[in-house]
């Protein structure tokens, strides 16, 4: 699985699965996903809900 899918998917409205939303804890607890994909994906959060 890649980020930026995890983010496309939250940016065009859909809901993420669970192992979609697991892959991003486990990627910024070990710090493996950079700020800047975390920054886009809460900001995909904030807009789409």
């Not at 496309?8 to 486990?26: N, P, Y």
């Not at 950079?34 to 994906?41: G, K």
Request: glycine share 8%; charged share 20%; aromatic share 10%.
């Amino acid at each position: 699985m890649r980020m930026v899918d995890v983010i496309h998917t939250k940016r065009a409205g859909k809901r993420l699965t669970d192992e979609q939303i697991q892959f991003f804890v486990d990627g910024v607890a070990s710090g493996q996903i950079p700020d800047y994909q975390i920054s886009a994906l809460l900001m995909a959060i904030f807009f789409q809900g």
